[in-house]
């Protein structure tokens, strides 16, 4: 089933325009896991100058938190429900880039997008999408980070952080066989090795492992 969307909601049916901001941000901001989040990113200085990629923005949580600093925060996220709510929250302020792209190791494609929810995000991993039985998607253009980078000119790179559903071992294959990884010094990841199953994956996983291994101070675990 290819699913359309006419409207932007999240819990309980309302889109971000017709409750409070200040509800939204304590409903999605008020946990442990963010809080545990969001003091990885205190520990780094940033600056106006500064950029910080959020690879699956989500609702976010790290623009709140990064966007008074000034620094430029390049946001992608696949999920067009949440782009739609984070441009009417933060598409006022010059140093939020939005963008409605699936980030993968795949540049410029249409890809299947699992779906899961309004609350949450998608999935390009069939293996994943167990978590929505009824396996509707939708079709998001692909983008490769390391191109991106390049033809861009993104300079002064603080941080990367990564949360895509199982794609981030694509990425970071990416990265470092492309060489941007160097101009990158922190890249937080989350690993979502226990939800998926599918032996190819893992394997290609180990394989990235290995590769890491050789730039093990940039790579931290996000939650």
């Known amino acids: 089933m290819v699913l359309s969307f006419n409207k932007i909601y999240i819990d309980g049916g309302k889109t971000v325009n017709e409750i409070s901001l200040k509800y939204y941000k304590r409903k999605s901001f008020?946990?442990?896991?963010?809080?545990?989040?969001?003091?990885m990113l205190k520990n780094i200085e940033f600056k106006k100058?500064?950029?910080f990629i959020d690879i699956g923005a989500h609702r976010g949580e790290e623009i709140d938190f990064l966007v008074e600093t000034?620094?430029?925060?390049y946001s992608f996220?696949?999920?067009?429900?949440?782009?739609?709510?984070?441009?009417s929250?933060?598409?006022?302020?010059?140093n939020v880039k939005i963008i409605n792209a699936l980030v993968t190791n795949i540049d410029n494609k249409d890809i299947r997008c699992f779906w899961k929810n309004t609350s949450k995000g998608g999935s390009m991993s069939?293996?994943?999408?167990?978590?929505?039985?009824?396996?509707?998607?939708i079709f998001v253009k692909s983008l490769l980070l390391s191109r991106y980078i390049i033809e861009n000119d993104i300079k002064n790179i603080k941080a990367i952080k990564m949360d895509v559903e199982g794609s981030e071992f694509k990425i970071i294959e990416d990265l470092i066989d492309t060489g941007v990884i160097n101009v990158v010094p922190v890249i937080f990841y989350e690993d979502h090795t226990n939800k998926i199953t599918d032996r190819d994956w893992h394997i290609?996983?180990?394989?990235?492992?290995?590769?890491?291994?050789n730039y093990k101070n940039k790579f931290k675990k996000w939650y």
């Open 30 to 39: 008020n946990s442990a896991v963010y809080s545990k989040n969001i003091e």
């Open 49 to 51: 100058n500064d950029t």
């Open 70 to 73: 000034g620094c430029t925060i």
């Open 77 to 87: 996220e696949c999920n067009p429900l949440h782009i739609e709510n984070l441009k």
């Open 89 to 94: 929250i933060y598409g006022d302020h010059e």
């Open 126 to 137: 069939e293996e994943e999408s167990k978590i929505n039985s009824s396996k509707e998607y």
């Open 204 to 213: 290609h996983k180990d394989s990235v492992i290995k590769k890491m291994s």
